[in-house]
């Protein structure tokens, strides 16, 4: 049987809460070193790279929600130390998980006007492209710390989609 699109979504929350404490258990495993140090990537570290990843998902649920979000910069740092980051992403990862398990499918198709982080304009976007934007920009972010991780003693852990439906 195919999945609905809301199927879809709610097994992308769990793909994502899965990646997501995947990728944090390796990262655990880092000498603070290791975690803060500069590195060739957008946000230049992995800590700011996460700390971004919890920050989004919290605009764009904001944005879902219809609730002002509060933030003016996509670097902004939220959580300052690994430990209060770890346990900010689990609740993050939850209030997503609650969230895509309480819409009604038709909502997928409903539109979703709000302004851009700076205010400068306004958007609208249909709730399914909000969540694609969602955990499309997770995947991408992940990577990137997939990659500074490589970059370290530690392994980086398989995150492919294929692994967690073979462990659900």
């Not at 499309?136 to 398989?158: F, W, Y």
């Amino acid at each position: 049987m195919t999945p609905s699109l809301l199927e879809h979504y709610q097994s992308f929350a769990r793909y994502n809460a899965w990646a997501n404490r995947r990728i944090y258990a390796a990262c655990e495993e880092l000498p603070e070193a290791e975690y803060q140090k500069p590195r060739r990537a957008f946000f230049k570290t992995i800590h700011n790279t996460l700390n971004h990843l919890v920050l989004v998902d919290r605009l764009y649920a904001a944005r879902l929600l219809g609730r002002p979000h509060g933030f003016t910069a996509l670097d902004e740092e939220l959580y300052a130390d690994f430990a209060s980051l770890k346990a900010a992403r689990v609740e993050e990862d939850k209030a997503i998980l609650s969230l895509v398990d309480d819409l009604k499918a038709e909502r997928l198709g409903a539109t979703v006007t709000y302004r851009t982080i700076k205010g400068e304009r306004e958007r609208s976007d249909r709730v399914a492209d909000i969540l694609t934007m969602l955990f499309n920009h997770q995947t991408h972010h992940r990577g990137q710390v997939h990659d500074m991780l490589s970059q370290t003693e530690v392994a980086p852990p398989s995150l492919d989609y294929v692994y967690f439906i073979s462990e659900v």
